[in-house]
């Protein structure tokens, strides 16, 4: 089989493997029917006669006093996904999923599959990194979808496509501007996006080393310009924008209020920061492989500097230098991360869904630079690769169902049952106020009454 009819078949099995998985997605997320409160006061938001710029950019109620994020990119999708979430109850086909989040995953499947295209990539290598992939699929927080906020989804997309550009493009005119819309869209959508955009730092420090194109110097700038020009944005005509199309007595501000912040180089933080990433890495893998997870972090580090030192010695030691920088950004994010949420960050039902995203994503991508340079050359080697990440899937779509207990017994006072609301979405509104209110039943009125005109 020649080469480039091998990669087409990668590519045709890699497509049906990660339908399954995003099928079983949508099975499971159905299935799990969930809404959140949050998700409930969102529907009704963007459902209203205002503007789509005062949806997008307004904030609070009166006298309340809001924390203005400056996530205007992300208010727009998540606006989207309630216009989705309406037509769908319109046509008759109730659910509360977030479309978002399903073509931000379709978007990294084909970035994934564009990167491994590559015909100097061994076939085993491709094989492996496709299992990979559709097992981080299956992870809860990127499998278990519901309609919720848009944000951490859309800045772990931007950094895995800021990556593919780094690594895999050269650098001119028209990469080095789709490099920087890449990362603004990232800062835009969320905090997180910009704390992980500074870690593109390190692959662009690698690429010189490699190339000595002084281009990617410059390049290393971009983050950081980024960051600080839109962080001026949100101190001043951002907030000014927001202001205006807010309710009249909202008090906004954009100052993170925690007494949190007041010791912000006490050693406990960092270390429970460390504990953090290890808990977000452990749910990356099977349940019963999850009590190890700090040894299996440990081999895949020793797996990812034997590589490096076998794939190009030279550039050993900034490969070294890029991942303890890495590290140490990302040690930064959960920091912040856990100082802004403290308690909401180490609850177990909510490392299942949406916050650990960005990471997860990281996490992914990683490795794939990981298996891209493993030597793979002997066959026996490559059989029992193959067999592990195959195991690694199998494992993680098993932990989905335990995943959805813990979501729905651990969060019954935040989130209801779908279910009744679609059951309730073919009959005629109540007469009277339900008794007690029940997550949705507004959204549930405004749904029907629309379904009704249209």
């Known amino acids: 089989m020649n080469s480039q009819r091998a990669i087409h078949v990668w590519a045709a099995f890699s497509a049906c493997l990660f339908f399954f998985v995003l099928v ?7 299935r799990m029917g969930l809404l959140s409160m949050e ?4 529907v009704r938001n963007y459902m209203d006669d205002r503007s789509w710029i005062a949806k997008i950019y307004g904030h609070g109620e009166g006298g309340a006093d809001m924390l203005y994020r400056g996530r205007e990119v992300s208010h727009l999708f998540n606006w989207l996904d309630a216009k989705a979430v309406v037509f769908c109850f319109e046509h008759g086909l109730p659910n509360f999923l977030s479309w978002t989040h399903y073509a931000a995953l379709l978007l990294l499947a084909l970035v994934f599959i564009r990167w491994f295209s590559a015909p100097t990539i061994p076939a085993a290598n491709r094989y492996l990194a496709s299992l990979v992939f559709a097992a981080f699929l299956a992870v809860s927080c990127l499998s278990l979808v519901f309609y919720f906020r848009t944000s951490k989804i859309l800045a772990g997309l931007s950094l895995c496509v800021a990556l593919y550009l780094v690594l895999k493009c050269p650098i001119n005119r028209k990469n080095f501007l789709l490099l920087a819309l890449t990362i603004l869209f990232g800062d835009w959508v969320d905090e997180q996006g910009m704390v992980l955009s500074q870690l593109l730092a390190f692959p662009m420090l690698y690429r010189w080393a490699a190339t000595k194109d002084r281009r990617w110097l410059f390049a290393m700038c971009l983050p950081v310009v980024l960051a600080v020009s839109l962080f001026a944005y949100r101190q001043t005509l951002g907030l000014a924008i927001a202001q205006a199309y807010s309710d009249p007595h909202a008090n906004l501000h954009n100052t993170v209020r925690h007494s949190s912040y007041k010791n912000p180089f006490h050693l406990s933080g960092w270390i429970e920061s460390a504990r953090l990433f290890l808990t977000y890495f452990g749910l990356t893998i099977p349940a019963p492989a999850r009590p190890y997870s700090g040894a299996i972090f440990g081999v895949v580090l020793l797996a990812s500097g034997a590589a490096l030192w076998v794939r ?6 900034f490969g070294l230098l890029g ?7 990302v040690l930064l994010l959960l920091y912040l991360s856990s100082r802004a949420h403290p308690p909401l960050l180490t609850f177990p039902e909510t ?3 949406y916050y650990p995203i960005p990471i997860t994503l990281l996490i992914l991508f990683g490795l794939l630079i990981l298996i891209e340079t493993l030597p793979l050359q002997k066959p026996a080697w490559a059989a029992m690769a193959i067999v592990l990440a195959g195991a690694l899937l199998v494992g ?4 989905l169902p335990p995943a959805i207990a813990t979501l729905s017994d651990r969060l019954a006072p935040w989130l209801n049952r779908v279910e009744w609301i679609q059951k309730q979405y073919h009959l005629t509104p109540p007469a009277k106020p339900l008794d007690p209110p029940v997550v949705g039943s507004h959204t549930l009125k405004v749904l029907l009454e629309r379904k009704a005109a249209h």
Do not use: K, T
């Open 323 to 329: 991942l303890a920088g890495s590290s140490a950004v």
């Open 351 to 353: 490392q299942l869904f």
């Open 24 to 30: 079983n997605s949508v099975y499971q997320s159905q």
């Open 396 to 399: 993680n779509l098993l932990s």
């Open 312 to 317: 190009a010695r030279r550039l050993f030691r």
């Open 39 to 42: 998700s409930d006061e969102y």
